[in-house]
């Protein structure tokens, strides 16, 4: 792969992700009815995003390319396990705790796979995240998902 010219492995590799992840999500919503913009069918949204998914991958791939930058270091399972673990507890707290605790889980956890974990940007962020989840997903949306859960008293 290094006859393409890559100047930064990471760019060109996270592009190359996205542009994989919004081909499989397009793929994958190809057979649903797709709609029009007043009247949005179940393919719609996918697709849409999964467009702007790729658009962003071809963008930050072509980066990867023409900017240079420090090759990639060693792969770190511990990141690849708390991320997971993060996704893991969003998914069981959510409807047991609500929203808010399930998204600030979500983010210090994943925060904590990180090199320069520091608590104090972490809280800040995971609070943030948490509001902004709350209001957007639940009451901008209207999705049927819990502020607080059972184990809050909700």
């Given at each position: ?14 592009g ?23 009247r ?5 949204f996918?697709?849409?995003?999964s ?9 930050i ?6 900017v240079?930058?420090?090759?990639m ?5 511990k ?15 959510v ?11 979500l ?19 995971a ?28």
């Open positions: 792969m290094s006859g393409l010219g890559i100047r930064n492995q990471k760019d060109f590799y996270s190359l992700l996205f542009i994989l992840f919004g081909a499989a999500f397009m793929w994958i919503a190809q057979d649903y009815t797709f709609g029009t913009a007043r949005m069918g179940p393919a719609f996918p697709i849409i995003l467009g702007i998914l790729i658009a962003i991958g071809i963008a791939a072509v980066r990867g390319v023409a240079a930058d420090e090759p270091r060693g792969f770190t399972l990141g690849l396990v708390l991320v997971i673990i993060g996704t893991l507890l969003f998914g069981f707290l409807r047991s705790a609500g929203v808010p605790i399930a998204t600030a889980t983010v210090a956890v994943a925060a904590y796979a990180s090199r320069r974990f520091n608590w104090k940007p972490t809280l800040v962020l609070i943030g995240m948490a509001i902004f989840c709350t209001v957007v997903f639940i009451y901008a949306l209207g999705l049927p998902m819990p502020v607080r859960g059972p184990w809050l008293g909700g």
